[in-house]
């Protein structure tokens, strides 16, 4: 699977943003999709993750009610409405792609490159 995110950029805290994600190349519909974000000096973890048929979500603690995660298989595309964003949001954002829903952050096979989502206060 190669995946390619975009959306990231510049917003003020409170704004939102749409991370989306593009996927290629093996059967997209049989991965658990997954946001993983990675702060300076921080160790990347788990964002939101969707089953690959959307009907089983997970999401970090701190980021329920404010982000969402969704697919769409016909089009090989997941996407992240962040909302209420923080400045402790800013990190560059990868989408993954996993087998599990439970999977953690060192079980994702295969990484996009990553977008950069800097929230200023």
């Known amino acids: 699977v190669q995946l390619q995110a975009s959306g990231g950029g510049l917003v003020q805290a409170g704004g939102s943003l749409r991370l989306s994600c593009a996927a290629s190349?093996?059967?997209?519909?049989?991965?658990?999709m997954g946001w993983l974000r990675q702060a300076p000096g921080k160790e990347r973890e788990l964002v939101a993750a969707?089953?690959?048929?959307?009907?089983?979500?997970y999401y970090a603690e701190s980021m329920k009610g404010r982000f969402t995660i969704s697919r769409d298989n016909a089009k090989n595309t997941v996407n992240l409405q962040m909302n209420s964003l923080k400045p402790e949001d800013t990190a560059v954002y990868y989408c993954?792609?996993?087998?599990?829903?439970?999977?953690?952050?060192?079980?994702?096979?295969?990484w996009g490159q990553g977008t950069l989502v800097t929230v200023s206060s």
């Open positions: 993954a792609a996993a087998r599990y829903i439970k999977s953690g952050p060192q079980q994702y096979d295969y």
């Open positions: 190349g093996r059967t997209f519909s049989n991965y658990v």
């Open positions: 969707i089953k690959w048929n959307g009907d089983s979500k």
